[in-house]
Nanobody, 121 residues
């Protein structure tokens, strides 16, 4: 099992920046990637960004050029630097571990507490 603890959310004005952190522990060796998801009220979890064990990154189109995912392998921590934030980025942000399964990445762990990001003036 992999346990994940998110932090770094808050209230920010449009155009502002935040940096989210996610500390992973447990059987890290068994996963292929770490990823960020977000969930707006009344909606399902939405994929935001992924970084594989080899450092390859993937982003949803809505955040390309504004968000950057990175990983500190020594600390088993993944970060999400969010710049030029928009009101539509408002959501609870979660990280999760992923495994490659049947041609796609699949969520491996249970959802944690998440961290709330609110973009508002």
């Amino acid at each position: 099992q992999v346990q994940l603890v998110e932090s770094g959310g808050g209230l920010v004005q449009p155009g502002g920046s935040l940096r989210l952190s996610c500390a992973a522990s447990g059987t890290i060796f068994s996963i292929n990637a770490l990823a960020w998801y977000r969930q707006a009220p009344g909606k399902q979890h939405e994929f935001v960004a992924r970084i594989t064990n080899l450092g390859s990154t993937t982003y949803v189109d809505a955040v390309k050029g504004r968000f950057t995912i990175s990983r500190d392998y020594a600390k088993n921590t993944v970060y999400l630097q969010m710049n030029s934030l928009k009101p539509e980025d408002t959501a609870a942000y979660y990280c999760n571990a992923e495994k490659w399964d049947s041609g796609r990445y699949a969520i491996y762990s249970s959802w944690g507490q998440g961290t709330q990001v609110t973009v508002s003036s």
